[in-house]
């Protein structure tokens, strides 16, 4: 479905960039905010993970700016006992993304507004609350059991009281918002919204999922005003340990994107929202427009990688895809996704010659690390802010690109430094391409293309002189 839909505000908190204005300063210097692992990520010195396999060193960690203002959100206080922060931190965004299109949350009207956002609960201080006063209270009791079969009843149940008078004081209402579901009413509820309001995991193409969900509210008329969003909270090394097992993750300090020297990802923590209206509407109300969102295209079967689906994007929105100047590129530091990935950009666009369209690619991963569920989000934060100040944003340093985007031939070029992104006419606005693929891309697994394999949201410039 054709769309035209406009991004009024933005909200972000990624490793060392509280806010897209931060981020794009970040992307401009070319700068890294990877950091070492704080000690209750690393692993004990000498230890191999659950998996036996590469282990990061480095992560894009939020630190302080995880932390929120409870004190600006309705929250009751057993919900800030049962300690999950991951709902402050969604909320703040919310709030954030709200302020930043100049509106407030709270209306005294309800307005026809809609949530999608993009979360998945993670281990964190609730759930493990709850893991802690059941199955993992039976678990130690049995193994006490074990090891002393002799001891009486009586002691054995004192030795459990001990235990439970230990551990954090549970509630329901935590349990409840532990879980995540309800997660997007809840912010649903604190922005005085009327509409539907849901919680989407798609793996790494949740940033786009929401998007789509968002666009598919406003286009259909269910909504005057979306809130789309996805979030990483901080990650635990439980977490990474397990991810591990099927991720490539890299051991050097610094993720360089398209670099010929590849050895895994590094991963990130954060989140972004963004506001959402139709473009009339946007401009009924004068609204700061970063940019529109033309079409979101996500592949779901095992011959839809990453050139098929930004072809399917282009498609929807009824562009040639060689005018797309911009690549935020999925580009994560797994060298065979890479390379599949420059292959089919440059399938598109073809071979260089004098006069045919370039395009230039580049990933914010080399900035903040893989924010996984995020990734997408803060992919469509770069590429809209580049829109809105037209330059084309330099990657992180790269000393031995991949061949392929140093070829003379090649209509695809990694960016190394800004430029000025100039555009012919009226007729051929800037857009941008924000790409992105679940790690399991490059296997031929039914099964796990069921849950969608690759994604691109195809986004276009605010015209200078308004309509």
Known sequence: MECSISIVGMSCRFAGCPSPDALWAAVMARRSNLAPLPPDLALPVGRKGVFARPYPSRLGQLGDLYSCVPSMQTFP???????????????????DALADASMRPRSRTPLEGSVRLGYAPPFNASTMNWLQHTEFLDQTMEVIRRFFPHAPPERLDGVREKLVESLPVPDASSFLLGTGYRFASWISRECAFAGVSSIMDAGMLTGAATVDAAVCDLVCGNADIALAG???????????????????????????????????????????????????????????????????????????ETGHVLGKAAEKARVDPTTIGLVEADGSGIGQSESREVAALQQI???????????????????????LRAAMAAGMAKAAMALKY?????????????????SASSSVYLLCEARPWVSGDSSRPRRAAVLGSNFDASERVEASARGGRAAAILLEEEPETRE
């Open 77 to 95: 206080r057993q919900v800030n006992a049962g300690e999950n922060q991951d709902l402050y931190f969604a909320t703040q965004l919310a709030f």
């Open 230 to 304: 996805a979030v990483t909270p901080p990650v635990s090394r439980s977490y990474l340990e397990g991810l591990s097992g099927g991720v490539p993750f890299s051991e050097r300090p610094e993720l360089r994107p398209f670099s010929a020297v590849q050895d895994g990802t590094i991963p990130g923590e954060g989140g972004a929202f963004f506001v959402l209206k139709r473009r009339a509407d946007a401009l009924r109300d004068r609204d700061r427009i970063y940019a529109n969102i033309r079409a979101v295209a996500i592949g779901r079967t095992v011959d839809t």
């Open 349 to 371: 666009w073809g071979e260089h010659r004098p006069g045919r369209p370039l395009v230039g690619i580049g990933s914010v991963k080399g900035n903040i690390g893989h924010t």
């Open 390 to 406: 037209r330059i084309l944003p330099p990657q992180v340093a790269v000393e031995n690109p991949l061949a392929a985007l140093s």
